[in-house]
């Protein structure tokens, strides 16, 4: 009886940071990174008088680690939305309209709010702008909206490079680490945009990026033919682009909100 609570216990404690975790350390520390080469002067120094010198690349993954903490377990829902599939833009869009659930739209709505507030206790500006750089970057990570039947694709089981995995970790941490780049790497590989990207990208809602997300995770889920499919060299050629795309969409718009924040 004792050894079935360990494994119980043990496999509650896995099952928590898979569905809330995304891109994985890597993923949100090029998000984060990105979006600081294009923060406004202003929005560096106030950004720099909450965080200190804690850069936003090193900020991003707090709320992952912070799991360790079970005092703030109330921040794991915050982390994804999940969607029906066959949802056309419309649909997507009346939803969150009325959404008033724990979520990552309500709470990135939420933390930006309250970080607007000039009169906001130190301790929680701290708090929410650790979450929003980290929010951000889930909110382009396509599984974060996937289906709830399956906690988004955590129960669609893959083989990646025949090694056990699922749909949701495949696109968290293994495609961006099968590049074999450092966060800084990686952002210099890919950071390139116009100023009229830019523009647009940040100019779009947070119900934009989400929809972006949602859609991209159906054709994802479309692919997957059968339990246990195997994904390697093919998938990755297929897929990286839109790794990428995602990664810099997202650093493009954080850079938008905190310097819509901080202005």
Known sequence: MRIIKKLLLAGLL?????????????????????ADGYLT?????????????ESLAMSANWPDFIKSDPSYNYLSPWHYINFKEGLSE???????AKDTATDIYTKLNFVISELKNKSLEQDKKVLYLRVLIHLVGDAHQPMHTGRPDDLGGNRVNVLWFNQPANLHSVW??????????????????????????????????????????????????????????KLSYRYNFDHVQTVNDRLLKGGVRLAGVLNDIFK
Not at 41 to 53: V, W
Not at 90 to 96: A, I
């Open 90 to 96: 419309q649909q997507v869009h009346d939803y969150l």
């Open 14 to 34: 896995f099952y928590i940071p898979c569905q809330t975790m995304a891109w994985g350390m890597l993923g949100h520390r090029i998000v984060a990174q990105i």
């Open 172 to 229: 968290d941490e293994k495609l961006i680490e099968y590049q074999e780049l450092s966060y800084t790497e990686y952002v210099k590989a890919i950071n390139f945009t116009s100023k009229e990207q830019r523009k647009e990208w940040q100019g779009q809602s947070i119900g934009q990026w989400l929809y972006e997300s949602y859609t991209i995770s159906n054709k994802l889920y479309e692919e997957i033919k059968e339990p246990n499919q």
């Open 41 to 53: 002067k202003k929005a560096r120094r106030q950004i720099m008088s909450i965080l200190g010198n």
